[in-house]
């Protein structure tokens, strides 16, 4: 991935998506915003406690930043489950300003609309934008521990392939930050549900200790079910940043134990 910093924000942008001119994509951070203590300062969440009206100037800050006007953001009220939503163009906007307006019930959502910005809002799940330059779609995907074991990423790319007649071979991924297999520390009831829908949790699970606990590899479960799906290693760019070990820079539920805010990842067609 590359940094940059751009007036008073540093955002996030994957090399194999900024190669294609006809789509803009980021990753935002925590830094630059309006919100307080425990959301300081970019915190794109709504439904998360924080002020809403600092939110909103955090959202309009983002989108003046980056060029993506915030009444194209289209943001999902991820619900942790496999569920990916087709969104047409009667949906852009929605939960750009108000949650209860979000796209309901969903962790994925795709388009070939342009001018339509999907955005995951997170702060350790996994976030991962899909582009198939050749069908000119997109998407954007949210799996925490849940939505990995109910394989959203592998529902987002079926779903591109039944709505838009795209080929896995064509799909270029990014997976943002997010909690690293050196943090993500889960009890035996994960490790069973893992063990059950990989048929191992070799791999999946390290550092497993005595009381029965270990360390879940979101990257590498999420990695994998990707190429199940038929997308090539070689389309697939890995932040490898854990969000746990750089709270100064990315929300992180797990390191702030409390309330937190949320940052957002985006993709969509100019």
Not at 10 to 27: A, G, M, S, Y
Not at 171 to 193: A, L
Request: one cysteine or more; hydrophobic letters at 35%.
């Amino acid at each position: 991935m590359i940094e940059k910093k751009i007036g008073l924000l540093t955002i996030l942008f994957f090399e194999n998506l900024l190669r294609h001119q006809e789509i803009k994509h980021f990753v935002s951070t925590r830094t630059g915003g309006f919100s307080k203590y425990p959301y300081f300062s970019l915190n794109l969440g709504l439904h998360v406690g924080d002020d809403p009206e600092n939110v909103l100037k955090n959202r309009r800050r983002l989108a003046t930043t980056i060029g993506i006007p915030l009444n194209h953001f289209t943001i999902a009220r991820q619900i942790h489950s496999g569920n990916v939503t087709i969104i047409p163009e009667e949906s852009k906007g929605k939960g750009c300003t108000h949650h209860r307006e979000a796209i309901n019930e969903t962790d994925a959502m795709v388009t070939n609309v342009p001018d339509i910005c999907l955005t995951i809002l997170v702060a350790d799940c996994v976030p991962m934008l899909f582009y198939d330059p050749v069908k000119k779609a997109i998407g954007v995907c949210h799996a925490g521990w849940k939505g990995t074991l109910k394989s959203v990423a592998l529902n987002t790319v079926k779903t591109m392939e039944k709505a838009f007649g795209s080929s896995p071979r064509d799909i270029m991924v990014g997976i943002g930050p997010s909690i690293g297999p050196c943090c993500y520390k889960v009890g035996p009831e994960v490790i069973s549900q893992v063990e059950n829908v990989f048929q191992t949790k070799k791999g999946y699970i390290i550092n497993e200790a005595k009381d029965g606990k270990g360390y879940f590899d979101l990257w590498k479960a999420n990695l994998e079910q990707l190429l199940h799906a038929g997308i090539d290693r070689k389309n697939i760019e890995m932040a490898m940043r854990c969000t746990s070990h750089n709270p100064d820079l990315f929300f992180s539920y797990r390191h702030q134990k409390a309330d937190t805010g949320r940052f957002g990842i985006g993709i969509t067609i100019c």
